[in-house]
């Protein structure tokens, strides 16, 4: 005899089984159903945030720091609505999601309520499943299904509507069992020996690499992969996360979103190698194409849509990267033999004057200069978060403009390490570090971001201290929208900027941090920085601090 039992608890046992651990979440009338049931399933932890876009973004975090399928509830349709920004940073990055939101009733949804919506048809763009429930017996199968989807490569979210009178009602069901897809594939043999032979054949190879190095886990092979031929690597110019390992001989640093810059970077070459993600993605529009012409390219991946994306691939292996390269780079060291072996030597060589290290020891002099500067330079700032910092430290981004130089002076070391912005929807990163810490307890986590960013989703302060995360924001103050007044100065030679500051009023961050249970403090001096922030950074706790900077805008 099948067991009886509410379809909201089956809801909530269905996740758990499926891992899921925490349930974020920002509940209304039609998720009570929900919050009624929680008390029966005290191990799973809910995750309250004050609005749906930091529901939304807080699971996202979570997920991408510790690559686990994650869940999150939002109320109907304004609910889903104000998800939709948070859903699409989710959606671009792959994220395996479950967002489900709270239904009118089957029948009373068709008198079309206050707050009713057609919840499937709004969510259906931006995942890559939207089912509504209506049956209760349908309900493990979905979940199921879902879970099975979203974890899938093209991993990604997707949504689930569930009507009040399903999650009410009571029903003898089975809920059947998990299945993850085992897709860490190898190519054939006769692939492995044809991509060998191309790489080999390439006098000047250039290795590429996104996010998939992360999601599979594929740091060092990819690094011993353009270690062994001798060639520089690059982070593709979306380097939204640890990608390659930056203390590498190979390690070049990101590939600038410029497309005149980013030709410039692979002309000299004749073989460009992507692992694991669009190796061109650009942002802002220019004449110039950053493929130089000619270049020829061959690439591994998952994910169906980033290989030959916008440019047709000599060799495409749709392949796990990790087991791909496993195989691949003895092959390569095999056939190339001695003569491999000398030429890497002498790239490796020849590269140690420009690589990552060689610049950062460059850079790190430059911006020391500043070190005085009043008011604060941004990049002397960065460089402080950045020495301040524990090594076990993960460091969330969303600082845009004055963390340009970010990734040029924090080495990834590990695939959690590290995350930023990846779709330039800002409000992510507070949300997004608060998921991040909640993933990983024992590390502290450093979010930086911009003024103008944090003001998007700045509740997320008060469910850091309601966790008691060791998380520190560091807000940069430049008092405006700095990247929107660089570019209307640059591409229309204005600057006449409207609605692009915010200091008449100012916004007191420290006095919004400490109404909302935050530790807080204001620094104005540049020789204050390092001090304060490693004891912030090594202390327990919720923590915020806001640095005021030159609201130069060059």
């Known amino acids: 005899m099948k067991n009886r039992i509410t379809g909201r608890s089956a809801f909530l046992a269905l996740l758990k089984d499926e891992g899921v651990t925490h349930l974020f979440g920002n509940p209304g009338t039609t998720e009570l159903p929900i919050m009624h049931a929680l008390k029966d399933h005290p191990d799973l932890t809910y995750v309250m945030a004050m609005q749906e876009s930091l529901v ?26 104000n998800a939709m920004g948070s859903l699409y940073n989710a959606s671009f990055t792959g994220t395996p999601l479950i967002l489900t939101a709270g239904q009118q009733e089957q029948g009373h949804g068709l008198t079309e309520p206050v707050l009713y919506g057609p919840l499937v048809q709004m969510a259906t763009p931006l995942v890559k499943w939207a089912v509504e429930v209506t049956r209760l017996e349908d309900l493990p199968r979905i979940v199921r299904r879902a879970a099975k989807i979203a974890t899938t490569p093209p991993t990604g979210p997707v949504f689930i509507s569930l009507p009040g009178d399903i999650l009410n009602s009571e029903a003898g069901i089975e809920l059947g069992r998990s299945t993850r897809i085992d897709t860490r594939v190898r190519p054939s043999e006769d692939s492995l020996k044809a991509l060998a032979a191309r790489i080999l054949k390439a006098e000047r190879p250039v290795v590429v690499v996104g996010d998939e190095i992360v999601k599979s886990d594929a740091l060092r092979e ?42 410039d970077v692979l002309a000299p070459h004749d073989l460009l190698i992507a692992l694991g993600g669009d190796p061109l993605r650009m942002s802002v529009y ?36 990790k087991e791909t390269l496993r195989a691949l780079v003895p092959a390569l060291r095999e056939a190339g033999g001695g003569a491999l072996e000398t030429r890497a030597k002498q790239g490796l060589a020849a590269l140690s004057t420009k690589n990552w290290a060689a610049k950062r020891k ?54 959690y390490g590290y995350h930023a912005l990846a779709s330039g929807g800002i409000g992510w990163g507070l949300p ?79 006095g ?30 919720a923590k915020l601090i806001e640095v005021v900077v030159s609201n130069s805008v060059n």
């Open 56 to 81: 939304v973004a807080m699971a996202d975090g979570f997920s991408r720091a510790s690559g686990k399928l994650v869940a999150c509830n939002v109320h109907v349709a304004p609910g889903l609505g």
């Open 222 to 263: 990819a690094a011993d992969l353009a270690e062994t031929l001798g060639c520089p690597a690059w982070q593709s110019p979306t380097p939204f996360g640890s990608h390659f390992l930056s203390e590498s001989p190979s390690f070049m640093g990101a590939i600038a979103r410029l497309q005149k810059v980013a030709r």
């Open 286 to 321: 220019s004449e110039v194409d950053p493929l130089p012409d000619g270049l020829s390219i061959v690439q591994v991946g998952l994910v169906d849509s980033d290989l030959a994306r916008n440019y047709g691939a000599e060799i495409a292996v749709k392949a796990d990267v």
């Open 362 to 415: 460059a850079l790190v002099e430059q911006i020391s200069k500043a070190s005085q500067t009043s008011p604060i330079d941004p990049d002397w700032l960065a460089l402080q978060v950045v020495e301040a910092m524990p090594d076990n430290a993960i460091l969330v981004d969303e600082g845009l403009t004055s963390s340009r130089q970010i990734i040029a002076l924090r080495a990834h070391r590990d695939r």
């Open 432 to 510: 997004a570090a608060v998921g991040v810490s909640l993933a990983n307890p024992q590390r502290p986590v450093v979010c930086y971001s911009g003024d103008g960013s944090s003001m998007y989703s700045i509740q997320s302060l008060w469910t850091a201290a309601n966790h008691k995360l060791p998380l520190t924001f560091v807000i940069v103050n430049n008092g405006g929208y700095r990247i929107i007044k660089q570019r209307l100065l640059a591409f229309h030679g204005d600057d006449h900027y409207v609605g692009m500051d915010f200091i008449d009023p100012p916004v007191d961050f420290t």
């Open 512 to 541: 919004v941090a400490r109404s909302l249970g935050l530790e807080a403090i204001r620094i104005t001096d540049p020789q204050e920085l390092k001090g304060v922030m490693k004891s912030a950074f090594s202390r327990p706790g």
